[in-house]
């Protein structure tokens, strides 16, 4: 079998100055121009054979595996693939493919076998338990992972894995649903060169044991790793500068001119010369234009027999998928404390606290009769509002969610019922949590417990699927934001702070569909119902009504003033008194606040409740399928799309001049006279863990000192550049924490001297700077942005204007960001630079400080291979050049 993309094309509409577009932009109808991310792209892979797709940042290397995923990215895809002779559509991608994204999306609080065994669970029900456990044995001990195999994957909030061996885990899973197709998107990023040769190595087996068709992007391979492809498509500005076979390529490169130099890696090579940021763009081009000619002149092939796709064995039933997820799903909230067991005790906190403010509403008397409907609503109030926890955790979520979706592990309806059968027993516990510290301080009848709990789980399961709905929008904080205005329109115009005739139309439409109005009804009938008689108002009588004043011949009595009236008060003004009995004092609240009164409206408004909880899970059903399936087909092309699409060719030039020019990276600025020296002596840290190897939480709990770095010496000076180096776990990020005066969660020990002096935070704040692994950078700046922000705050003194852009210029140009210099960073939520681009841009913006020592934690991480050794040429020449101590 066999995998085949034709003359895929990729196109997208920019506006014509090539900045950010608004969204008053496109209402203005701002002009824009068609612009090709991918095009004339032609490849193949078989089944036993790895491919590697490759190219520098920005090369179209994650556009093309996303359109050969079928993955929707706002773009218009064109172009024919095929499985097997067969059009590739999404149901045939379910089948018999699976895709490892560049960002691992695991479950936190699972570990690699838990993930596993609901993996094998979900694609292959028929392994019996037995058979899965040695499968899920085997696959843990092929991926490296036998190790780290009962260790939780973790996240940003928990401790876990590392990004390497999440990424093996995320391949492990992959391979657990046993596809024909594997697609990875960098499947070694994040690893060191050791466990990336591995990895290589073990993909190339398990392709060839399985017959697997492996097609993988890939930054900077080393040339064990590059050893490993059988076949190579490089790729340069969105066009192929090279495809075929592995082997092929120093081949080909010596037709162009430029053959391997002796013990040269190929992969660095190659990147180096299609690489327009560090190379001359004509040159660059001038390869694309020798594939292209290359390609035309070829002979057709006469293509190979292909084998029918096997027959694809049947997946769990939506029932059992149902069930297996309702499993995992139990698991989860039990290891998780976010979802529910953190809101319980939050719950429970805050009604005890609400519970001591209104203590004296345990007094049934007149003074304390309002009070206690506010007392109830706060109480109710807070309660849903933590349903803003499943916005935060649902899109977390959702991420894996996708995936495995996607990867047709289940369909998102079996994830649905999964989810609600989980919901509807822990809404009652959240419902326990509120009611039982209400009713032991609040003194609230306990015949009417069980109403008043249906009343406030049927409120925190709308509250629920409010949640869940706003958790889908791609901007958690906007989600988290809406939810927010939800639930305080939900309590303002509950009926307890503004009365619901007084409201004007379009914002009374508020009163009518949220829930909280109805709940607070319903549980304040429950409990009024049942309350024992308050204290300081008397029942009237017909005696009490005709009571009568001798000298007027009237009615002298409260009673027989208004004999409509049930009860007066002798001790109270009549706006005091509400009066005996629970029915009483709900119609007397509700003269001022209409959303009370004694009528039985019970079953109405549980329905009304129950209602809108279940119109949040629909629409909440309806926009998470349709999230889920945002797979693309590409368009048909046409001869005129693909001859429109044809770029013009550069100019010849001989030699090819493709070298890069140490002057154009170099500052030109004359080393200073003055000279620094970091050192640091004798350095360790120290963890202190429990007998399980964990670290310790508790300071009394006996522990023994495990040393993550022990005794390191070592110093910079100014002008030298300082590689710290060492395979996964060697604790060179420990290291690096330590110098940067990272405070962590063990003891630091030693001597750190900058110039001899201790260093100390006002010291490393005036003349350090670090670049951290992960990009702390603002999503919607563009990279020019982020620069001008940063002369601004580090060096005002360089004016606005034509001269702080000529130095943004230089920086931008230095770092080879000139290109992408109006992109913005983006995030995970919209797309923006590319990995590769937000580091160089995250080492430019601390070069606007001018620090006397740059710490960086792996500069190259995520660069393709020219631009990591642009980046260390630049660094060396600027230690040299401003007389840096660079320690990386």
């Known amino acids: 079998c066999g995998s085949t993309p034709a003359d895929c094309q990729y196109t997208i509409d920019p506006p014509l100055d090539g900045k950010p577009i608004s969204a008053l932009d496109k209402l203005r109808g701002k002009p824009s121009k068609k612009r090709y991310l991918l095009r004339g792209i032609t490849g193949e892979v078989s089944h036993g054979s790895v491919l590697a797709i490759m190219g520098p940042s920005g090369a179209g290397k994650t556009t093309l595996l996303n359109m050969l995923t079928l993955e929707k990215k706002g773009g218009v895809p064109r172009g024919k693939i095929e499985l097997n002779g067969q059009p590739f559509t999404r149901s045939m991608y379910n089948k018999n493919c699976a895709y490892v994204q560049q960002e691992d999306s695991l479950w936190a609080s699972f570990s690699s076998r838990d993930h596993l065994r609901y993996a094998f669970d979900l694609c292959q029900p028929h392994l019996s338990s037995s058979e899965k456990t040695a499968a899920i044995d085997k696959l843990i001990e092929a991926v490296g992972l036998t190790q780290a195999q009962h260790t939780k994957a973790g996240n940003a909030f928990v401790r876990g894995l590392s990004s390497g061996l999440k990424r093996r885990l995320s391949i492990a899973i992959a391979l657990a649903k046993n596809p024909l197709v594997l697609f990875l998107d960098e499947p070694t990023s994040g690893i060191d060169s050791a466990s990336a040769s591995s990895m290589m190595t073990f993909l190339k087996e398990i392709a060839t044991a399985e017959k697997l068709a492996v097609a993988c992007t890939i930054h900077q391979p080393s040339a064990s790793v590059f050893a490993g492809f059988d076949k190579t498509l490089i790729l340069s500005d969105g066009r192929v500068a090279f495809s075929g076979l592995a082997s092929d390529l120093g081949s080909y490169l010596a037709s162009l001119g430029r053959p391997l130099p002796p013990a040269a890696n190929p992969a660095e090579f190659v990147l180096d010369l299609v690489n327009k940021d560090f190379t001359d763009k004509a040159a660059v081009y001038r390869i694309l234009d020798k594939y292209d000619e290359a390609r035309e002149a070829a002979p057709a092939s006469t293509g190979y027999e292909l084998t029918p796709l096997r027959q694809a064995k049947p997946t769990a039933s939506p029932m059992a998928q149902a069930l297996i997820l309702t499993k995992r799903q139990l698991q989860f909230v039990v290891r998780d404390p976010m979802l529910y067991t953190g809101r319980m005790v939050m719950i429970v906190v805050a009604t005890v606290f609400f519970s001591l403010v209104y203590l004296q509403t345990r007094n049934r008397i007149q003074s304390q009769a309002l009070q206690r409907f506010f007392y109830t609503n706060f109480i109710l109030g807070v309660s849903c509002n933590l349903a803003i926890s499943v916005v935060f955790a649902g899109n977390l979520d959702f991420l894996s969610i996708k995936r495995e979706v996607k990867d047709g592990q289940y369909s998102p309806v079996s994830q649905f019922i999964a989810g609600q059968l989980i919901a509807v027993p822990a809404m009652a516990f959240l419902g326990l949590s509120a009611l039982i510290p209400l009713y ?97 108002a008397e029942l009237c009588d017909d005696d009490l009504r005709g009571l009568t004043d001798p000298h007027t011949n009237q009615s002298s009595h409260p009673c027989g003033i208004n004999r409509s009236k049930e009860f007066y008060c002798p001790d109270e003004s009549p706006i005091r008194c509400f009066g005996v009995t629970g029915d009483q004092i709900l119609d007397s609240v509700g003269v001022n606040y209409a959303a009370f009164s004694s009528e039985d409206l019970y079953a109405r408004n549980i329905g009304i409740v129950l209602g809108v909880g279940a119109a949040f899970r629909l629409v909440y059903l309806v926009w998470m399928i349709s999230k889920c399936r945002t797979s693309e087909e590409p368009k048909k092309l046409t001869p005129e799309l693909i001859a429109a699409a044809k770029p013009e060719k550069a100019p010849p030039a001989e030699p090819l001049d493709v070298s890069i020019e140490a002057a154009s990276l170099a500052p030109p600025v004359q080393p200073p006279a003055g000279r620094w020296e970091f050192s640091f002596r004798h350095c360790s840290y120290v963890l202190d863990v429990s007998k399980n190897g964990k670290k310790s939480m508790l300071p009394f709990k006996n522990t023994t000192a495990k040393p993550l770095i022990s005794d390191v010496t070592a110093s910079v000076s100014s002008g030298e550049l300082l590689a710290i180096l060492g395979p996964s776990g060697a604790g060179k990020t420990v290291l690096l924490n330590m110098l940067t005066l990272e405070a962590g969660s063990g003891t630091p020990f030693g001597h750190m001297t900058l110039n001899g002096q201790q260093l100390t935070w006002p010291m490393y ?44 210029d230089e920086l931008l140009d230095a770092t080879g960001l000139t290109s992408a210099q109006h992109t913005r960073a983006g995030n995970a939520l919209f797309k923006g630079l590319s990995g590769g681009q937000k580091r160089r841009l995250a080492l430019a913006i601390v070069l606007v400080k001018e620090p006397k020592v740059l710490i960086l934690d792996e500069p190259t991480s995520g660069l393709d291979s020219a631009a990591a050794s642009a980046i260390m040429k630049f660094l060396r020449d600027l230690a040299q050049s401003k007389g840096l101590c660079i320690i990386a």
């Open 440 to 536: 032991l301080i609040g003194d609230m009848p306990w015949s009417s417990f069980g109403l008043a709990l249906l009343s406030i789980a049927a409120n925190l399961w709308a509250f629920e699927g409010m949640g869940q709905l706003f958790s889908l929008m791609p901007n958690v904080l906007l989600g988290m934001m809406n939810f927010m205005s939800m639930w305080f329109a939900s309590f303002l115009f509950s009926g307890l702070f503004v009365r619901i005739p007084d409201v004007i139309w379009p914002f009374r439409l508020f009163c009518y569909i949220l829930p909280l109005g109805y709940t607070s009804q319903t549980f304040m009938w429950s409990i009024m119902k049942e309350v024992p008689d308050y204290n300081g």
């Open 765 to 808: 704040r005036k003349y350090s700077a670090y670049v951290p692994r992960e990009d702390t950078l603002w999503a919607t700046l563009t990279a020019r942005q982020h620069l001008e922000h940063a002369f601004s705050l580090y060096r005002p003194e360089v004016p606005a204007g034509a001269k702080r852009g000529v130095a943004i």
